[in-house]
């Protein structure tokens, strides 16, 4: 198994990051789509049972898993109904894993999760990683298994996996003898090794602090590869090895473990490690997940450069990037179109909400539905966002030479970002507060939540769960779509699909078409514009209207 619904004795938490829950291979593939904390996972498997198919590497039968775990373990994060399993799956996912096993089986995996949890306390396993069988090692690779526990999980514990300024070169490969080393009298550099010519590189040709980071992770990348997979030092490297790292590049974090032990020398858990590990932490590792495309393009720009530096100032003989093509080629489903902008509503199906939303009676449940869709396709809040929205949150702020009502969004990481109010958006917040019977968000307590309860359940005044929202919007948008479903089945099957998260992403895609796409990376909280440009899709634009002229007969 990949995962365990409760690796170190503890439920899932909506803040839990899967980097410490899941094994790397599955919680890298989740992060390269930001999927990161347990919250994030949740919201993807609400948009419906196919939910995994936007991620490489996770199939029919893992999302299931993924699902059971999510069921489990994750009561505090949200509800798992039926429609999160793929149809046929839900039942079979009521099996628990091991009923068939003997009792000392179960006895043994008990103690091998025991073992496996005081490792972690002890600080022997970096953080990030589910200890887990892998098979035999290799000998030679720094990775050992941790016989105090009989578990037979590996520990990441090679010693020479470290950040560049804490590298110490062996002799042996210092690269002062290096096969493609060029003669010293004509060489232009004082570097007495490649660490050294390295160092004089970075401090020639990084500029400012941004590049002088790039540069310097994709040289400690390259320069770790040399001497542990290899086992060359890097004024050593010929074609044929510099060929191998862009392959090595491509399967590193993708192939499955056993596989790529067999085809590298050291294993992928070496390599990888959590994405916010500080450069002095035990649990720094040189990469956080697979990378794509653009990234292997740049590692293969970063160091064609510094090879043609070293070569151009004397130091190597030859490049060995010359004869390697400039290209990276694209991996299966990286060529694809990005799927965000396909999760979100149309005109049409949101005309079918509204319509329905003012057939409801009069009152605080409608008036809760009217300030749920508004914060999620207006504002772009998230379901964590609107849970944890307060009156406080609701402001009044200079903009230019006047005042205008905003919300201060509290984001992931503590992130703030204020969003302006306009008059329909604070009428539909005033609303809501008054069919609670309260005065207006200016005259309650600040911590008013924004979401509550309908006087029913175990808290029955208290701040909305998770849970409930999922399933008040869940329920309403099925009736929504029973509505249409004989004249309009696809639409219906979109809306029955539809999660808050689809709030979101209808956001996204209709404040693209007003404004530009570094605004709404703004307003939606995005660390990186690329997120914000997945919902664009221009090229598609530019050949519906094409292809649209043209015909069969």
Not at 96 to 110: F, H, L
Not at 114 to 134: H, I, Q, S, T, Y
Not at 446 to 453: G, K, S
């Amino acid at each position: 198994m990949f995962l365990s619904s409760t690796p170190y004795g503890q439920p899932l938490r909506p803040d839990d990051r899967l980097a410490d829950r899941l094994s790397p291979e599955i919680a890298l593939t989740l992060a390269a789509h930001e999927v990161e904390t347990a919250e994030d996972l949740y919201e993807c498997m609400a948009t419906g049972a196919t939910w995994f198919r936007a991620f490489t590497g996770i199939d029919a039968k893992r999302a299931t898993e993924l699902v059971r775990w999510m069921r489990d373990a994750g009561q505090a994060v949200g509800e798992v109904t039926e429609r999160f399993f793929l149809p046929g799956k839900a039942s079979e996912a009521n099996d628990t894993n091991g009923t068939n096993d003997s009792a000392d089986t179960r006895e043994a995996g008990g103690a091998a999760r025991e073992g496996a949890a005081a490792a972690l306390r002890d600080g022997k396993v970096a953080a990030g990683f589910l200890n887990r069988p892998r098979g035999d090692a290799k000998s030679g690779t720094g990775v050992r298994r941790n016989a105090g526990t009989g578990s037979g999980a590996f520990l990441p514990a090679h010693p020479g996996i470290v950040p560049l300024e804490r590298i110490v070169l062996p002799a042996e490969l210092d690269g002062s003898e290096g096969l493609n080393r060029a003669p010293a009298f004509g060489c232009s550099l004082e570097a007495r090794n490649d660490l050294e010519a390295i160092r004089t590189w970075l401090d020639a040709r990084a500029g400012n602090p941004n590049t002088y980071a790039n540069y310097r992770k994709e040289a400690e990348r390259f320069l770790l590869w040399c001497l542990y997979e290899r086992e060359t030092p890097l004024s050593g490297i010929k074609a044929g090895d510099a060929s191998k790292y862009l392959r090595w590049l491509e399967e590193l974090g993708r192939r499955d473990e056993r596989d790529f032990g067999e085809r590298w020398k050291l294993p992928a858990a070496v390599w990888i490690g959590p994405k916010n590990a500080t450069r002095d932490s035990s649990a720094w590792r040189p990469f956080n997940g697979p990378l794509g495309a653009a990234s292997r393009r740049n590692a293969l720009v970063v160091v064609r450069q510094l090879c043609n530096f070293l070569k151009k100032t004397g130091y190597l003989i030859f490049n060995p990037f010359d004869q390697v093509s400039p290209k990276v080629p694209l991996l299966k489903g990286e060529g694809a179109p990005q799927a965000f902008a396909d999760r979100s509503l149309t005109d049409m199906q949101w005309r079918e909400i509204a319509d329905r939303l003012e057939l409801l009676p009069e009152g605080l449940p409608r008036e809760r539905m009217r300030l749920i869709l508004m914060l999620g396709k207006s504002l772009g809040l998230r379901a964590s966002e609107m849970l944890e929205a307060r009156a406080s949150w609701i402001v009044e702020r200079r903009v230019g030479f006047s005042v205008r009502l905003a919300i201060e969004v509290l984001g992931k990481g503590s992130k703030v970002r204020r969003l302006p109010l306009n008059a329909e958006q604070r009428d539909i917040i005033e609303s809501a507060f008054r069919a609670r019977g309260l005065p207006g968000y200016a005259g309650c307590n600040p911590e008013t939540p924004l979401l509550v309860n309908l006087g029913r359940g175990r808290n029955p005044h208290g701040p909305m769960s998770r849970s409930g929202l999922y399933r008040v919007l869940e329920a309403f948008f099925d009736r929504v779509a029973d509505e249409i479903a004989l004249e309009r089945p696809g639409d219906a099957a979109k809306l029955r699909a539809a999660s808050t998260h689809w709030l979101r992403h209808t956001f996204a895609v209709t404040a693209l078409t007003k404004t530009s796409v570094n605004v709404v990376q703004a307003a939606m909280g995005h660390a990186s514009v690329a997120t914000t440009g997945r919902y664009l899709a221009p090229e598609e634009e530019e050949m519906s209207k094409a292809l649209e002229s043209i015909r069969t007969f």
